[in-house]
Each structure stands twice: as C-alpha cells, then as structure tokens.
Nanobody, 126 residues
Framework: QVQLVESGGGLVQAGGSLRLSCAAS????????MAWFRQAPGQEREFVAA????????YYTDSVKGRFTISRDNAKNTVYLQMNSLKPEDTAVYYC???????????????????WGQGTQVTVSS
C-alpha cells in the first residue's frame, strides 16, 4: 500500500512558477512509477507528466513540454513537478499517482494508476 500526499499548490500570476511535491509513505517508493495528472472543472482528468522508477525516463503531455519538469528523489520518497511559465490554462487540481507497472504505451491513462493523492489546487491568474 502506498499513500500519497501532494503539496505546493497555490495562486500565481501568469508567467510565474510553482513546485509541487508528492510525498509517499511506505518502503517501496522506488518500485513505483509516478505521474502527475490534472483536472479542471467540468473536464476529464488529464495526464501531465510521468517518471520511471529510477527517474531515468520521463514523459510529458505536449502542452507542458519545455515548461514543466518531473523528477523524483527515492531517498526522500518524493516526486516533484516544477512548473515554469505558467499559463491560465494550467489552472486545475493536480494529482500525483503511482503504479507498480505501467507500459510506456499506456503511461497517459489514469486507469493504469492504482494510488492517488488527494490533489492540490493550482490557480494561474491572467
């Protein structure tokens, strides 16, 4: 069992930056592939970024490439999402998620992830 707790959300002006953190419980964090998703009001949950177990492989949705960076620190049981050059369309609740195994072909599918955090609100003002 893995429990996830996000932090770092808030209100920021367009062009600003935020860093989200997701702290995981348990002793198996390094065996879990991690991802960030987001969900805006009235919209489906959307894949943002994912990182492999050792941090060597990363994946991004096109709209955040070059602006967001996902990383993990297995010694601290934490995954991060550094968000730069934020836009109003980035406004959403951001969730971290974990999966024991996930193929690169389905890494963007939320149904592949077993563990979820409670979410943290990110609001970008124009």
């Amino acid at each position: 069992q893995v429990q996830l707790v996000e932090s770092g959300g808030g209100l920021v002006q367009a062009g600003g930056s935020l860093r989200l953190s997701c702290a995981a419980s348990g002793h198996t964090f390094s065996s879990v592939a991690m991802a960030w998703f987001r969900q805006a009001p009235g919209q489906e949950r959307e894949f943002v970024a994912a990182v492999g177990r050792n941090g060597g492989s990363t994946y991004y949705t096109d709209s955040v490439k070059g602006r967001f960076t996902i990383s993990r620190d297995n010694a601290k049981n934490t995954v991060y999402l550094q968000m730069n050059s934020l836009k109003p369309e980035d406004t959403a609740v951001y969730y971290c998620a974990g999966a024991w195994t996930v193929s690169v072909t389905v890494v963007r599918n939320p149904a592949e992830y077993r563990y979820w955090g409670q979410g943290t609100q990110v609001t970008v003002s124009s």
